[in-house]
């Protein structure tokens, strides 16, 4: 920014805005960063911290790629690059890797806030029904989450027919902010600050069990790109 002094001398300033104490100002119930260095602990930086695991869908199952350029410029976190790959041990040879953090209470909830920053990959489309993030145990007939279907990006609550999308397939290898809030009033999905779809919708989050799962859902296969 400029400043000038009494005298009419000017100057330009910079500063770094802290990204992470403005979230952790609205009290999250969790705060995964993914900015982690090493594995297998994904550190949850709010104030109950729930630590998720960095898991594969097979024991030898490649980790993804930490310590990758982050979303916001200056900002010193790093993220976590997700990716699907084929591993002809297995059938179908298919493999991901994700976060996986246990249910708890705060999981339990009726209003609820997912955002995150993202990209795609160039190297393809994620697998039909792969996830951002999501909590369910009945393939998607509990819980909520963020996933693609058919080139959009969807936020369901309670059954994945109760979803909005309005969000297409963004630009790949681009930062992308999306935000998903459901308040027992509206569910409402935000796409790089504006408001991309909306739609009434009174129901009690029926939450399941289930884990909450970063870069994947209840398909094998994972997300593909940045989170």
Request: with cysteine; net charge negative; charged share 10%.
């Amino acid at each position: 920014y400029w400043s000038e002094d009494l005298a009419g001398n000017q100057s330009l300033h910079s500063f770094l805005w802290n990204y992470a104490q403005a979230v952790l100002a609205d009290q999250p119930a969790g705060y995964w960063r993914l900015g982690d260095l090493a594995y297998p602990v994904a550190k949850d930086s709010s104030a109950t911290p729930h630590p998720g695991t960095y898991v594969g869908l097979h024991p030898d199952s490649l980790q993804p790629y930490v310590n990758q350029p982050g979303a916001i410029a200056g900002d010193p976190d790093r993220a976590a690059l997700f990716f699907n790959y084929n591993n002809n041990k297995y059938s179908p040879p298919g493999s991901s890797t994700w976060v996986d953090i246990p249910d708890n209470s705060t999981q339990q909830t009726n209003a609820l806030t997912l955002e995150c920053w993202f990209t795609m990959s160039s190297g393809g489309s994620p697998q039909t029904y792969s996830a951002l993030m999501e909590k369910t145990s009945t393939n998607t007939f509990d819980g909520y989450g963020i996933f693609e279907y058919s080139g959009n990006i969807y936020f369901y609550v309670n059954n994945l027919n109760i979803r909005i999308s309005g969000v297409p397939y963004p630009a790949v290898n681009t930062y992308h902010h999306l935000v998903a809030t459901y308040d027992r009033q509206q569910m409402r999905l935000y796409f790089d600050g504006a408001l991309a779809s909306s739609m009434a919708y009174t129901a009690a989050v029926n939450a399941g069990p289930g884990s909450l799962k970063i870069g994947k859902g209840w398909v094998p296969l994972g997300w593909a790109g940045d989170i």
